[in-house]
């Protein structure tokens, strides 16, 4: 039996995505991490969140977006769903697929809605306005827009315009 693999690879996956300037992507192989954890297969993945979340911070220490794995049960679409969503809560990109079935339930898990963008979109014009005013505080809907307000809703206008363009 080969142990450590996936978990090695969990533990060192900064010092991996640092020792390359040519990754693009981190992809998740949950179902060989789930073998190797031992975790049986569920909707609610409570044995991989560590390792999931600790690979999405490594992720986003290094600038890369990260997809969530496959999901095997891919008949079971209330599964599925409820994985895409967490998936999507845990901060991943993206999920990978093994059957056309899943793709528009994907497309929908981790695209921008149309609440998301219409609210990025109030925030880049507030802070937009805000500006030209010369003021150096943004609220929209009753919160304090920052910075950091700012760039996610541009990074999700981006994302919303590319996908909308396909």
């Given at each position: 039996?080969?142990?450590?693999?996936?978990?090695?690879?969990?533990?060192?996956?900064?010092?991996?995505?640092?020792?390359?300037?040519?990754?693009?992507?981190?992809?998740?192989?949950?179902?060989?991490?789930?073998?190797?954890?031992?975790?049986?297969?569920?909707?609610?993945?409570l044995g991989l969140l560590n390792a999931l979340s600790h690979?999405?911070?490594?992720?986003?220490?290094?600038?890369?977006?990260?997809?969530?794995?496959?999901?095997?049960?891919?008949?079971?679409?209330?599964?599925?769903?409820?994985?895409?969503?967490?998936?999507?809560?845990?901060?991943?990109?993206?999920?990978?697929?093994?059957?056309?079935?899943?793709?528009?339930?994907?497309?929908?898990?981790?695209?921008?809605?149309?609440?998301?963008?219409?609210?990025?979109?109030?925030?880049?014009?507030?802070?937009?306005?805000?500006?030209?005013?010369?003021?150096?505080?943004?609220?929209?809907?009753?919160?304090?827009?920052?910075?950091?307000?700012?760039?996610?809703?541009?990074?999700?206008?981006?994302?919303?315009?590319?996908?909308?363009?396909?």
């Open positions: 039996m080969d142990y450590g693999g996936n978990a090695r690879g969990i533990l060192n996956l900064d010092a991996v995505l640092g020792a390359s300037t040519s990754i693009d992507v981190v992809v998740m192989g949950t179902t060989d991490l789930a073998k190797e954890l031992r975790v049986p297969p569920d909707s609610e993945r690979c999405i911070t490594v992720a986003r220490a290094h600038c890369l977006d990260i997809l969530d794995g496959v999901h095997l049960d891919f008949l079971n679409s209330t599964d599925f769903d409820s994985i895409c969503a967490q998936g999507r809560r845990l901060g991943f990109d993206g999920k990978t697929l093994i059957h056309p079935c899943q793709i528009a339930e994907a497309n929908r898990a981790f695209s921008p809605n149309a609440a998301a963008v219409n609210h990025a979109e109030k925030v880049l014009a507030a802070w937009q306005e805000a500006e030209r005013e010369g003021k150096g505080m943004v609220v929209v809907d009753g919160r304090l827009v920052e910075n950091l307000h700012l760039e996610e809703a541009k990074r999700l206008l981006e994302l919303h315009t590319a996908i909308s363009g396909r």
